[in-house]
């Protein structure tokens, strides 16, 4: 089969090309390397089922595929707010040429979607049905209302156009292949203790999150593809929530040194609160993260010693 992967040498679009080539499947991964790196997927070229292609997911395409993972956008704050318009571009256009290429060559298109749907959410935990709290003018909306539009044209495409296709909701997700300035909060905190830097916790640390291991999120993202009882959308992540400042207390007990935690201003429309009901992902998937917060640093401050030469 040969499959799609936009985004591909980014952090999660990496280990899917990866996860793809070692079922024996064929491997085109398209990235116009805004946050995404060669040296991810350095290691993929010399496979002859692997190609890797720079193209900007805005401009159209055309090549032959069954299957198409749509990751291209960046996905850290700091990455998405550092050109906004472009960022809204990315997922829009994004969607719409990969969308008019599944229509055309009748593959079957998986969208990478987001928490970020339910904004500052009122509804705890978060199911599929709840509707979001976005502030559509924020400085977080241009990530958040171009992942909502995007939902909007692949379930249009697929009532008007009949295109075959999947929806998932990622919460944080993190591992091995961030990049160390990434600016997500466990590689900022992973990256701080190592050096030996403050831990800095934007507000009080009172806000959560769910944070779920790269492995167990790709395992449900290629199940989601393969079933074929919804096509979403479904949550997926990790459902043990934690405080930022939890978070860094970890992060502190498995980083000797002697970095302290400080307090810096909380962004505008910071979420406070967000953890997935995987309801459904257990129910058609028969998926459950399997990864705990602990293990999954431990799989991770390794790649941040190699990246930072410890
Ligand atoms: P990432 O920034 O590492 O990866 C994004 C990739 O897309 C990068 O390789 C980047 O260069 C590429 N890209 C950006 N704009 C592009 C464009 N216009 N054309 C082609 N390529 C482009 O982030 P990630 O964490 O791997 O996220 C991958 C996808 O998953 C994103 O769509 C993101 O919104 C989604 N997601 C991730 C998380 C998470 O916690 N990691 C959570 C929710 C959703
Ligand atoms: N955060 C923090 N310190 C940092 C980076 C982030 O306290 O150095 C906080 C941020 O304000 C947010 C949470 O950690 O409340 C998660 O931030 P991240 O950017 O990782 O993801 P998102 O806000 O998109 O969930």
């Known amino acids: 089969m040969a499959t799609l992967v936009t985004g591909g040498a980014g952090f999660l679009g990496s280990h899917l090309c990866e996860r793809l080539l070692a079922q024996g499947e064929e ?3 398209m990235d116009n390397f805004f946050t995404g790196r060669r040296k991810n997927v350095a290691h993929l070229l010399d496979n ?45 256009m994004g969607a719409i040429n990969c969308l008019g290429l599944a229509k055309r060559v009748g593959a079957r298109i998986l969208q990478a979607s987001t928490s970020e749907v339910y904004g500052d959410p009122e509804v705890h935990p978060q199911p599929e049905s709840y509707r979001g709290n976005v502030n559509p003018i924020g400085l977080r909306a241009c990530y958040d209302e171009g992942k909502r539009c995007a939902e909007t044209l692949f379930f249009d495409y697929h009532r008007e156009n009949a295109v ?7 919460f944080n997700t993190y591992g091995p292949r961030m990049l160390p300035n990434d600016g997500r909060v466990v590689s900022n905190f992973i990256v701080q203790a190592l050096q030996g830097e403050d831990l800095t916790i934007y507000g009080d640390g009172s806000q959560t999150r769910s944070f779920c291991f790269v492995d167990d999120l790709i395992e449900a993202m ?20 934690f405080t930022i400042r939890e978070l860094a207390e970890q992060v502190l007990g498995k980083i000797e040194g002697s970095s302290t935690i400080v307090e810096q201003d909380l962004p505008s429309d910071d979420p406070m609160q967000r953890k997935p009901d995987i309801s459904l992902a257990r129910k058609v998937l028969g998926w459950s993260p399997k990864i705990e917060l602990s293990e999954g640093l431990d799989r991770t401050i390794p790649h941040f010693r190699q990246c930072l030469g410890l």
């Not at 075959?164 to 990622?170: A, L, N, P």
């Not at 593809?225 to 992540?237: A, F, K, S």
């Open 222 to 241: 290629m199940r989601t593809m393969e079933q074929d009882q919804t096509v979403g959308p479904v949550n997926i992540g990790n459902p043990v929530e």
């Open 48 to 92: 002859p089922n692997f190609e890797l292609m720079r193209h900007d997911v805005v401009d159209p395409f055309k090549v032959e595929v069954e299957r198409i993972y749509n990751l291209a956008c960046p996905a850290s704050p700091v990455h998405y707010q550092f050109n906004p318009i472009k960022t809204v571009k990315t997922s829009v």
């Open 27 to 29: 491997v085109l991964c």
């Open 164 to 170: 075959d296709m999947r929806v998932v909701r990622i």
